[in-house]
């Protein structure tokens, strides 16, 4: 939800090493094997991710509302309507790294915001751990109404 490359520009790297597989001729090296390895991860790990972005993200606006609720600073109510606002974790990182820079440190909705943030990853980590499997989502395809 909130990595450094975009799912697009990961996308376009696992179809490179689907491309280069394509074009390899005879058996491939073993470094080839592992990068079509690494491209399988990708795609597992972003499966378990965007199955998990919107709970993530309503999770995440919920908690910093009630972190943020009782603060009427122009500066909080900026940040809470620019994390209402987002669509992407990128998007609700920029609000927050602006809301942290501008409070004082001893401020403490800086600890709440910090605390939300770890439970956050905690959070991600976790539905990282429960990548769909391709059997498992052979067998809601089946058991899907036609």
């Not at 975009?6 to 696992?14: F, Q, R």
């Not at 998990?52 to 606006?61: D, G, K, M, S």
């Not at 401020?107 to 990853?121: C, M, T």
Request: glycine letters at 4%.
């Amino acid at each position: 939800m909130f990595n450094a490359l975009t799912s697009e520009e990961l996308l376009v790297g696992v179809g490179r090493v689907l491309r280069m597989a394509a074009a390899a001729d005879g058996a491939l090296e073993d470094y080839q094997r592992s990068q079509i390895l690494s491209a399988y991860s990708v795609t597992r790990l972003l499966a378990a991710e965007h199955a998990a972005a919107a709970e993530l993200l309503a999770w995440l606006r919920a908690e910093l509302d009630a972190v943020l609720d009782d603060d009427r600073r122009e500066l909080v109510l900026d940040a809470r309507a620019r994390v209402e606002a987002a669509r992407t974790g990128v998007e609700v990182g920029d609000a927050l790294v602006d809301l942290l820079a501008a409070l004082p440190r001893e401020d403490p909705r800086r600890a709440g915001v910090h605390r939300v943030l770890r439970e956050l990853i905690d959070r991600e980590v976790a539905a990282l751990a429960r990548t769909p499997s391709m059997r498992s989502a052979a067998v809601r395809s089946r058991s899907a109404p036609s």
